[in-house]
T-cell receptor
Framework: DARVTQTPRHKVTEMGQEVTMRCQPI?????VFWYRQTMMQGLELLAY????????DSGMPKDRFSAEMPDATLATLKIQPSEPRDSAVYFC?????????????FGEGSRLTVL | QKEVEQDPGPLSVPEGAIVSLNCTYS??????FMWYRQYSRKGPELLMY????GNKEDGRFTAQVDKSSKYISLFIRDSQPSDSATYLC????????????FGKGTKLTVNP
């Protein structure tokens, strides 16, 4: 059963700490997205990669957020230093660019609370 | 003004009711329109996908796109308690797995 796997599922940390979230996309998918979901803003695109190359990270606060794809099976999103306003659910999604439906497959999310 | 506007609800209906969910958008370059369903504490999953204007039906679900009005709808017939979820509209300018712009989602509860 192919699925996107995200870790950790839950994270509580204190302001100023570094947070790293990891994502294993579905094998064979060549596009990986990081979205953030809050009640106020809904789902916002932070960054995305195609064939491991970053295509767009304009939605990401550059001073504290970084996203990488060290290999095809791992995407990471790092926040350093974390702030209370970063509290949200972070979703990773993967897809295949040649798929007609354009369907994105989402993980179950990493719920981050910054105190 | 956000690119995609969606009434967050919440919307509560009795079982068997017809549900209408809607989104408006401002970017005329959007060509691909989707509805995702998100159960509590889960990631969104694709429910319906349409290209350009027109209707698409899949079982109890019908998606409509009116590009002239920049308005999309999702209809659910004979709603069931299992339909209780948040429904998010999503759009993109390109097909394939391109970045999607999402509405905030409408939370639907179908009461038995």
């Amino acid at each position: 059963d192919a699925r996107v796997t995200q870790t950790p599922r839950h994270k509580v940390t204190e302001m100023g700490q570094e947070v790293t979230m990891r994502c294993q996309p579905i094998l064979g998918h060549n596009t990986v997205f990081w979205y953030r979901q809050t009640m106020m803003q809904g789902l916002e695109l932070l960054a995305y990669f195609r064939n491991r190359a970053p295509l767009d990270d304009s939605g990401m606060p550059k001073d504290r957020f970084s996203a990488e794809m060290p290999d095809a099976t791992l995407a990471t999103l790092k926040i350093q230093p974390s702030e209370p306003r970063d509290s949200a659910v972070y979703f990773c999604a993967s897809g295949l660019v040649i798929a007609n439906t354009g369907e994105l497959f989402f993980g179950e999310g990493s719920r981050l609370t910054v105190l | 003004q956000k690119e995609v506007e969606q009434d967050p609800g919440p919307l509560s209906v009795p079982e068997g009711a017809i549900v209408s969910l809607n989104c408006t958008y401002s970017n005329s370059a959007f060509q691909y329109f989707m509805w995702y369903r998100q159960y509590s504490r889960k990631g969104p999953e694709l429910l319906m996908y349409t290209y350009s204007s027109g209707n698409k039906e899949d079982g109890r679900f019908t998606a409509q796109v009116d590009k002239s009005s920049k308005y999309i709808s999702l209809f659910i017939r004979d709603s069931q308690p299992s339909d209780s979820a948040t429904y998010l509209c999503a759009m993109s300018t390109q097909g394939g797995s391109e970045k999607l712009v999402f509405g905030k989602g409408t939370k639907l509860t179908v009461n038995p």
